[in-house]
């Protein structure tokens, strides 16, 4: 389990825009966010994503730079760049089963006759300073019930405002 303050893996992997995303190479005014996604089957995904994507301006005013990540192959990753309404939101893709490990993501298998890859990260998402350190995480075994966007945005206004530290650094 990765604490807050302690130093995250690194990524370096292939986004949409035929790019690479390396972590260490942010240099965020406040926070890199990490928001691993099931992958193009997940509906609630989808959603999340998209409301994302509609709110990356309130999110980059505030000095964070978010990012979207799955273990989703560069086809299906594709998809999603076309098919959802992700706006400017960079999307990260081929995450291996271990590094999703390294981030203490849940890891499911395939369902019979579903169009899930597989094997797939279950939601999470990691606040990460310009140092590379975890700020926040919210890690989830199933699709449910994820943190919702307005109440993270309220949360890292108060940070800011008050210079609030990381919390649970005693894990």
């Known amino acids: 389990m990765l604490k807050p303050g302690q130093k995250v893996p690194d990524i370096d992997l292939p986004l949409t825009i035929q790019a690479r995303f390396e972590l260490a190479k942010q240099s965020p ?49 594709m998809t999603v760049d076309e098919e959802w ?14 590094e999703a490990r390294k981030w203490g993501l849940y890891i499911s298998e395939k369902r019979p006759d579903s169009d899930e890859p597989e094997v797939f990260s279950e939601p999470g998402i990691f606040l990460i300073t310009p140092e590379q350190e975890l700020f926040f995480a919210a890690v989830q075994s199933g699709p449910f019930a994820r943190p919702p966007l307005d109440k993270l945005l309220e949360g890292i206004d108060y940070v800011l405002e008050n210079d609030y530290p990381a919390r649970g650094t005693l894990t």
Do not use: W
């Not at 691993?36 to 990356?56: M, N, T, V």
């Open 29 to 77: 005014d406040n926070l890199t966010m990490l928001v691993f996604y099931r992958g193009r089957h997940c509906p609630i995904c989808k959603s999340q994503l998209e409301e994302l994507g509609g709110k990356l301006e309130e999110f980059t005013k505030r000095g964070i730079s978010p990012f979207a990540i799955s273990m989703d192959d560069k086809e299906r990753a």
């Open 85 to 98: 309404k992700t706006g400017d939101l960079p999307l990260v893709y081929d995450l291996p089963e271990e």
